[in-house]
């Protein structure tokens, strides 16, 4: 560590500003991991940074750091990580300012997800205030941080590295709880139990090139790619599932590249995205679409390859999310929804090590101009947390 002054570990608003304050762009840090390891170690936390590399990616630093030697061991995850600010000039101020205006927190990350990870920081520190270090309890366990710089990025030299760090040195996680800025509209509505799985799928179907004014000459694969997407989108793929919504298939580019208004084409190109749920895999979808293409095809001559960027997976209800719920309901008097719904987050690494929930701030701002949060969710946040510590661990409160 660098000589880093720790910001008060009790006050979120404060570490949130200092976090913000680190232009860590994936894929830099930006001093970001160094700021939040200088604090944790102030509260006594084993702190351990770890820089992870790969064939045509860049280097990713990473921060594992646990208070308490003894089992079970609840982890904290996310990523300092944050996406560019775009257009800077949109911005009302800096985006790497950390302004309080009008009782919101702006700049990059303060909604995904820096300024959760400075409330689980100060929940910690208040549970030790009050409670007293975990090796110290009448039944020990351990509170840890598992923070990636590369959850923006390709997610390589991240968190799944760490994972498999910590599983080579036989470091257990027993439950997990990622602070993804889960809610829509209000703190309190919704923790997300399981995340549908992505994948990408590229068709490429060839055809013979020639002049459009002698198409029996020719062999167009224009016509030819859009019966095959036609049949694509008009197979319903399921009806969901108890947890999840009905999976999806969107096409997102179509791509001829061709100058010559009176040329038909030799090759046709298109991209799409499916979102599933968890009454498929990726390979049992690879499977049906083929045979959708194949049927619609008649003799067409096509290519399709696929990017799986994540499987369906659901953490059944149970005494995780059980106490994330009661403590948001304790707190703000809501009853958060369990949900799989929006994209991927690393949780999809963490579900294979522990049970996996996520619960973090109002999502409304993140990734656009002028993101921000309310200093008070940061501070109702920071008391959820705390409320699910002691409740995880059989505390007083």
């Excluded at 008060?8 to 680190?22: H, K, S, V, W």
């Excluded at 100058?259 to 995205?273: D, K, M, Q, W």
């Amino acid at each position: 560590m660098t000589n880093v002054t720790p910001m008060p570990t009790e006050d979120p608003i404060a570490l949130a500003q200092a976090l913000i304050r680190c232009p860590s762009v994936t894929p830099e840090d930006g001093g970001a991991l160094c700021v939040l390891e200088t604090s944790l170690a102030a509260l006594g936390f084993a702190t351990t940074r770890l820089r992870f590399s790969d064939v045509d990616t860049p280097d990713v630093d990473n921060l594992y750091a646990r208070l308490g030697a003894g089992g079970p061991n609840f982890c904290f995850a996310g990523h300092t990580d944050v996406v560019p600010v775009g257009d800077d000039g949109a911005w009302s101020a800096d985006p790497f300012a950390g302004d309080v205006r009008d009782g919101y927190l702006f700049g990059r990350g303060a909604a995904d997800m820096k300024s959760a990870i400075a409330a689980f920081s100060a929940a910690a520190a208040r549970l030790v205030a009050r409670h007293g270090a975990p090796d110290d309890w009448d039944k020990p366990g351990s509170i840890s941080f598992l923070i990636t710089g590369d959850e923006e990025g390709p997610a390589i030299n991240g968190t799944r590295k760490v994972l498999e760090w910590l599983a080579e040195k036989g470091e257990a996680l027993d439950a997990c709880l990622v602070g993804e800025p889960t809610n829509p509209q209000a703190l309190g509505d919704m923790i997300k139990i399981g995340r549908r799985g992505s994948m990408m799928g590229y068709l490429t179907v060839r055809g013979i090139q020639g002049h459009a004014a002698y198409p029996h000459l020719a062999d167009n694969p224009a016509h030819r790619i859009v019966r095959l997407l036609d049949a694509l989108t008009a197979e319903r793929l399921d009806d969901g599932s108890e947890h999840f919504q009905p999976s999806t298939l969107q096409i997102t580019t179509i791509d001829i590249g061709n100058p010559g208004e009176n040329v038909i084409p030799g090759e046709a190109r298109a991209t799409f995205n499916i979102r599933f749920c968890d009454l498929h895999t990726s390979e049992s979808l690879k499977t049906r679409l083929h045979e959708i293409l194949a049927a619609a095809g008649d003799g067409t001559d096509y290519s399709l390859d696929f990017r799986i960027t994540g499987e369906a997976f659901l953490t059944p209800p149970g005494p995780l999310s059980e106490a994330i719920s009661s403590a948001v309901t304790a707190i703000t008097g809501r009853a958060p929804e369990l949900s799989t719904t929006g994209g991927t987050s690393d949780a999809r690494f963490i579900k294979e090590f522990c049970p996996v929930a996520e619960f973090g701030l109002v999502g409304e701002t993140m990734h656009k101009v002028d993101e921000s949060v309310s200093c008070a969710d940061i501070e109702t946040l920071t008391e959820i947390y705390l409320r699910v510590l002691e409740t995880y661990f059989g505390l007083s409160q």
